[in-house]
């Protein structure tokens, strides 16, 4: 087929309706395509971990990582991402000075890709991205934490938090705040909110409570 021809049926199929058929074929790709997405990157994560301790996988926005960045401004030392997806939060603490800057994440695709962007942008080996069920990381040097979970596993994460965290850790939550810790301070509007938990306050907090309690 010659350019002329080439024209002319591209002329004559922008001039038709799809009609009906034509729609479910557009339909049934994209169902096709979003499910071998799901197939192939984001449930070999899923396999290994409890259905009440998953987490499916949404990016964060360019103001979250800033959000989350402004709420850990002044602070230096280790930084882990818990759940780290595509390692952009690792990438741009790592750029803020935070050293070592790490991501857990269990999905292997999603791991891949992290190591991919730090490579583009030219921080290869500079960050590290470990394929780790965050569930199962020890956290006792951990002193700058980030956490974009569904709200259905933060109470569990408080748990976990305030058993292996130092008290002068602080912990950023990303669009949902921890369930029954006071935030020290928040930042952002919507789903672009963090807010921020400083561990010795809240660990004081929880055990004057539970003196109350006790009483």
């Known amino acids: 087929m010659d350019q002329d021809d080439l024209e002319e049926r591209t002329a004559?199929?922008?001039?038709?309706?799809?009609?009906?058929?034509?729609?479910?074929?557009?339909?049934?790709?994209?169902?096709?395509?979003?499910?071998?997405?799901?197939?192939?990157?984001?449930?070999?994560?899923?396999?290994?971990?409890?259905?009440?301790?998953?987490?499916?996988?949404?990016?964060?926005?360019?103001?979250?990582?800033?959000?989350?960045?402004?709420?850990?401004?002044?602070?230096?030392?280790?930084?882990v991402d818990l759940g780290s997806g595509d390692g952009r939060i690792v990438l741009e603490a790592h750029k803020r000075g935070f050293q070592p800057a790490i991501g857990y994440e269990l999905n292997p695709w999603l791991v891949r890709l992290s190591n991919f962007y730090a490579w583009k942008a030219g921080y290869h080996r500079k960050v590290s991205y470990q394929r780790k069920d965050l569930w199962k990381v020890r956290l006792h040097d951990c002193v700058n934490v980030s956490v974009f979970l569904a709200p259905s596993v933060l109470a569990l994460l408080e748990t976990k938090l305030l058993a292996e965290l130092p008290d002068e850790a602080c912990v950023v939550t990303g669009r949902f705040p921890l369930p029954t810790w006071a935030p020290s301070n928040i930042v952002g509007e919507g789903v672009n909110k963090a807010w921020a938990y400083d561990l010795k306050t809240v660990r004081q907090a929880t055990q004057k409570k539970a003196q109350e309690s006790a009483v």
């Open 12 to 79: 004559e199929l922008q001039g038709k309706s799809l009609g009906g058929w034509g729609l479910l074929q557009i339909a049934g790709c994209t169902g096709l395509a979003t499910y071998a997405v799901w197939a192939g990157i984001l449930m070999p994560g899923f396999r290994k971990v409890p259905l009440k301790l998953q987490v499916p996988y949404i990016p964060a926005s360019s103001q979250q990582v800033e959000n989350v960045m402004a709420l850990l401004k002044g602070r230096s030392g280790k930084m």
